[in-house]
C-alpha cells in the first residue's frame, strides 16, 4: 500500500483552519525534539512551530506529560508566550 507524504507541518499541528483549534501533540514535538537533538540543532523546529502558530488563533497541547524535560519545554513556552502576546489562546488538554 502506497503511503501518504505528511507535510513537515501538518506532522506537528493538527489543523482544521484558522478561526478553528490547532491541535499540537507534545508526544509527536518530543519525537521530532529527539531528531533535532540527534542532528544538533533543534532552533529550525521551533522557528517552524512558531510560523506555523501564525496560521491559527488558538492551539491545544495534548499529550502535555512529554513536556517533562525542560531542554524541551523552556523554548516551547518562548514560542508559546510570543503566541499569547499575538493574541493567540493556549490550552492544554
Not at 20 to 36: H, I, K
Amino acid at each position: 500500500m502506497a503511503g501518504t507524504a505528511i507535510n513537515r507541518r501538518d506532522f506537528l499541528l493538527l489543523r482544521v483552519g484558522r478561526d478553528e483549534v490547532a491541535e499540537l501533540s507534545c508526544e509527536r514535538l518530543f519525537m521530532r525534539f529527539v531528531d533535532g537533538l540527534a542532528e544538533g540543532n533543534t532552533k529550525p523546529l521551533f522557528d517552524a512551530l512558531a510560523d506555523d502558530l501564525k496560521r491559527t488563533r488558538t492551539v491545544r497541547l495534548t499529550d502535555v506529560s512529554w513536556l517533562a524535560r525542560e531542554d524541551l519545554k523552556a523554548p516551547l513556552e518562548d514560542v508559546l508566550r510570543a503566541f499569547r502576546a499575538d493574541g493567540g489562546t493556549v490550552a492544554y488538554d
